[in-house]
């Protein structure tokens, strides 16, 4: 069965304490992965795609990488604005073949 | 307006009611989907139209029904709905089917009693 799951459910940082957020994939046909941020009540704001084992992409204070199995999300020395919930979805093929993961909710205390 | 538009923000109706929840892409788009967000469950695919037409219904009941007058507008009818409908609805586009990541707008936050 194709799913995402994604670790922990839930973090709590210190302003400046640096972590990394889990993404484990089981999709068929995989042609890549995507980050998204989402804030409470707004939709999820579009990070990063990441299409082959290996890949890095950076923005700001985060970094995702790809594995054959799994993305990371790196956050260094996080801020509060970084506070968020941070969704993957992995795709196949197909418009129905988008799989999201349920997120991570991320706070980070000043 | 940039991006993707959703109207009403908030929405909060009665079983018998009939509404309706509306979106406006301006990225110039040729795909738009609804998704369903409730808590602590994936994002769930609704519907998705590529140039507007329909490829994808997700199997989703009839009491939902969507309508996409043109690549720039999507529409989603609510009637009859019950009370485990009630959720976060997001409208998204992408420059095609399959590799191009989504845009999502901020959602709709239906409420039904």
């Known amino acids: 069965e194709d799913q995402v799951t994604q670790s922990p459910e839930a973090l709590r940082l210190q302003e400046g304490e640096s972590s990394s957020l889990n993404c484990s994939y089981t999709?068929?046909?995989?042609?890549?992965l995507f980050w998204y941020r989402q804030d409470p009540g707004k939709g999820p704001e579009f990070l990063f795609t990441?299409?082959?084992a290996g890949e890095e992409k950076e923005k700001e204070r985060l970094k995702a990488t790809l594995t054959k199995k799994e993305s990371f999300l790196h956050i260094t020395a996080p801020k509060p604005e970084d506070s968020a919930t941070y969704l993957c979805?992995?795709?196949?093929?197909?418009?129905?073949?988008?799989?999201f993961g349920t997120g991570t909710r991320l706070t980070v205390i000043p | 307006e940039t991006g993707v538009t959703q109207t009403p923000r908030h929405l909060v109706m009665g079983m018998t009611n009939k509404k309706s929840l509306k979106c406006e892409q301006h990225?110039?788009?040729?795909?738009m989907y609804w998704y369903k967000q409730s808590a602590k469950k994936p994002l769930e695919l609704m519907f998705v139209?590529?140039?507007?037409?329909?490829?994808e219904n997700n199997s989703v009941p009839s009491r939902f029904s969507p309508e996409c007058p043109n690549s720039s507008h999507l529409f989603l009818h609510l009637h009859t709905l019950q009370p485990e409908d009630s959720a976060l609805y997001l409208c998204?586009?992408?420059?095609?089917?399959?590799?191009?990541?989504?845009?999502f707008g901020n959602g709709t936050r239906l409420t039904v009693t």
């Open positions: 998204a586009s992408s420059q095609g089917v399959g590799n191009s990541p989504l845009h």
């Open positions: 999709v068929s046909g995989l042609r890549g």
């Open positions: 990441l299409y082959s």
């Open positions: 979805a992995a795709f196949g093929t197909g418009a129905n073949n988008l799989f």
């Open positions: 990225l110039g788009h040729n795909a």
């Open positions: 139209y590529n140039f507007k037409e329909q490829t």
